[in-house]
């Protein structure tokens, strides 16, 4: 099955330096990669996904990037501010034919602590 | 458009009992997600269902669990004869019907098994 490997598993910046989160996945079926926001005690957060038919995607400060080749997708925070502390969960998933079916792996979460 | 509701939010439970855990998808959605996520742990796959199906059911345990999604009302979860180690956050997922199965989560309830 798919496995995926996130790195760091703690990050720590100044407001307004970026971050950036690494993540590896093992199926090379997988062709969604969403990624998610867990504040203390509440529930995970889309922020932003991008499809294996697309290198690189952009949300104001939240941009990720995704290399097939590599099996490689990192998610890039720009001009942090310390409400993006919390944690951040990568996941894989794989759409199968023309059906939504897509259970996601997650990875191992990083803990982002921005300091004012 | 309400989003995903869990009910309860806190569970406590004694060793043995049982545990039910439900589940209302956002409006227009049919399938459902589970996830259990362990204390400082990630979010680990349990089953995925739509309506009166079950898809996917390769990360329950084989024992005392078990879900379903009736026709009409929420999707519930439940733990049969609860032990310590099922203490964890379960969260439930919710995607439409068609597109690329965006998952947009519940708030969760924390089970606690004393």
């Known amino acids: 099955g798919e496995n995926v490997e996130q790195h760091p598993s703690t990050l720590s910046v100044q407001e307004g330096d970026s971050a950036v989160i690494k993540c590896t996945y093992s199926?090379?079926?997988?062709?969604?990669f969403p990624w998610y926001k867990q504040e203390l005690g509440k529930r995970p957060q889309l922020i932003i996904d991008i499809r294996s038919n697309v290198g690189e995607k952009k949300d104001q400060r939240i941009a990720v990037t995704l290399n097939k080749t590599a099996k490689h997708f990192s998610l890039h925070i720009t001009e942090t501010q310390p409400e993006d502390s919390a944690v951040y969960f990568c996941a894989a998933s794989i759409r199968a034919g023309g059906t939504s079916y897509g259970k996601l792996t997650f990875g191992q979460g990083t803990i982002l602590t921005v300091h004012p | 458009n309400a989003g995903v509701m869990q009910n309860p939010r806190h569970l406590v439970r004694r060793r043995g009992q049982e545990a039910r855990l439900r589940c209302s998808p956002m409006?227009?959605?049919?399938?459902v997600y589970w996830y259990r996520q362990l204390p400082e742990e990630g979010l680990k796959f349990m089953v995925y269902l739509q309506k009166e199906n079950i898809i996917d059911e390769s990360g329950m345990p084989k024992e005392r669990f078990s879900a379903e999604f009736p026709k009409e009302g929420p999707s519930i979860l439940r733990i049969q004869q609860v032990v310590r180690g099922d203490s964890a956050a379960y969260f439930c997922?919710?995607?439409?019907?068609?597109?690329?199965?965006?998952?947009?989560f519940g708030p969760g309830t924390r089970l606690t098994v004393t």
């Open positions: 409006k227009g959605h049919s399938h």
């Open positions: 199926d090379s079926a997988s062709n969604y």
């Open positions: 997922a919710s995607s439409p019907p068609q597109g690329f199965h965006e998952q947009y």
